[in-house]
Each structure stands twice: as C-alpha cells, then as structure tokens.
C-alpha cells in the first residue's frame, strides 16, 4: 500500500513567488494534516481536514498560507507571496480516524523542502 | 492545552550502549503519549504509543517507553543502540476527544562506534 506522498521533494524559489505543495494521503484515511517543521519553531500543525472539511487551521501563520481538500485523496498547501522565513520542510500526515488521539497513529509524507531565496 | 517537553537536544551514545530520551508533558487528564523517530530526510515513523493499561509499551526496532504518570514522564529506552538507530526522536501528546497531536522539539541522537 502506498503511502503519503508529497509533491514537490525540493523546492527552491525566489521571495514573492507563489509555492505550491501537494499531497495524496493514504487511500481511505479521512483526516489530513499540514505540519511544518523548522530547527527554530519544531513541528508545528498548520491545519487540519476531516473528510476534505478544515477543521482547525489556527496554525495557520498568516493571509498569505492557504490549504485546500478538493476531494478525499488530494490537498494542496499554497504560499502566496512566499518570503524568506517560510524556508522549512511541510509535512502532510494523514490518519485513519477523526480523532487522531484514539488510534494515535498519523502517517508522514517525507515532506517537501521549501527554500525561499 | 498540552504540551511536550524533551530536554535533551542531542545524546551521544556509544554503539551497543544502552540509551534514555526523556520526555515530559503537560495535560490535566490522562493523555495519549506517542515516540516517532526520523531518518535524515524522511517523515516521521510511529515506534510506539501509550493509550492506556500496562504503562510499559514496546515497540518496534528494541524500543520500549515507561508511562510514570506522578513524574508526568514518557522515556524512551533501548538496552543496545546500533549505529542505524542514528536519528531524530520526537515525543507527542494526545488527548480523548482532540483531534491533533502535540510533538516535542525533538532529540537528535548520535551513534559513536
């Protein structure tokens, strides 16, 4: 079975250039997370869907993030305009269950690297 | 809100060694206590977690984790680390009815031969 897979691996752009990161979870898991990891902040969770709805995106860090769940096997994380300080690795997780904390499980993509110049 | 704190940024420890990341959280109830471990540029893998019942859980690749809830605790133990081990471990917190887990910062563990 396949797993979370992210798209791209490695992204290098330029400041005020729109970034777009993509994920496919895991084939029948209803819950999707965006987490973004830097060696300051840690993993920090962007936000989150259950069936494709967004249900917490609190962390998400400003206007300039926005998350999308066209249907069940596809999401999309966009940076519009990107700065400098958005330089991490994003990682999409999906789970099998609404509560994250009952099957306590998430399964990582093996992120995307974002490098904004 | 919960939250996790390990305390060690980084651990040296010789190969064959017995190894010790210490985890503490934060959170009124009985929480969901979860290691992952990542590999340099992969995504996080699950080695085990804590719901409930027997507060010593095993996981996998030797790893166990001892739940001590009047230290507020969750270490991570392995009696003999190899060199593949090398890796960066994250603690996380979860609770009953929240629908998001909470990581640590994270340990980087080195392998010395």
């Known amino acids: 079975d396949a797993g979370v897979i992210q798209s791209p691996r490695h992204e290098v752009t330029e400041m005020g250039q729109e970034v777009t990161l993509r994920c496919k979870p895991i084939?029948?898991?209803?819950?999707l997370f965006w987490y973004r990891q830097t060696m300051m902040r840690g993993l920090e969770l962007l936000i989150y869907?259950?069936?494709?709805?967004?249900?917490?995106d609190s962390g998400m860090p400003e206007d300039r993030f926005s998350a999308k769940m066209p249907n069940a096997s596809f999401s999309t994380l966009k940076i519009q305009p990107s700065e400098p300080r958005d330089s991490a690795v994003y990682f999409c997780?999906?789970?099998?269950?609404?509560?994250?904390?009952?099957?306590?499980?998430?399964?990582f993509g093996e992120g995307s690297r974002l490098t904004v110049l | 809100a919960q939250s996790v704190t390990q305390p060690d940024i980084h651990i040296t420890v010789s190969e064959g060694a017995s190894l010790e990341l210490r985890c503490n959280y934060s959170?009124?109830?009985?929480?969901?206590l979860f290691w992952y471990v990542q590999s340099p540029g992969q995504g996080l893998q699950l080695l085990l977690k804590?719901?409930?019942?027997?507060?010593l859980v095993q996981g996998i690749k030797g790893f166990e984790a001892e739940f001590k809830r009047s230290q507020s605790s969750f270490n991570l133990r392995k009696p003999s680390v190899h060199w593949s081990d090398a890796a960066e471990y994250f603690c996380?917190?979860?609770?009953?009815?929240?629908?998001?887990?909470?990581f640590g910062k994270g340990t980087m563990l080195l392998v010395s031969p």
């Open positions: 997780a999906s789970s099998p269950s609404r509560l994250a904390g009952d099957t306590g499980e998430l399964f």
């Open positions: 959170y009124g109830a009985t929480p969901y």
């Open positions: 869907f259950n069936n494709n709805v967004p249900i917490d």
């Open positions: 084939s029948g898991h209803n819950s």
């Open positions: 996380a917190v979860g609770t009953s009815g929240y629908s998001t887990l909470t």
């Open positions: 804590y719901f409930s019942g027997d507060t």
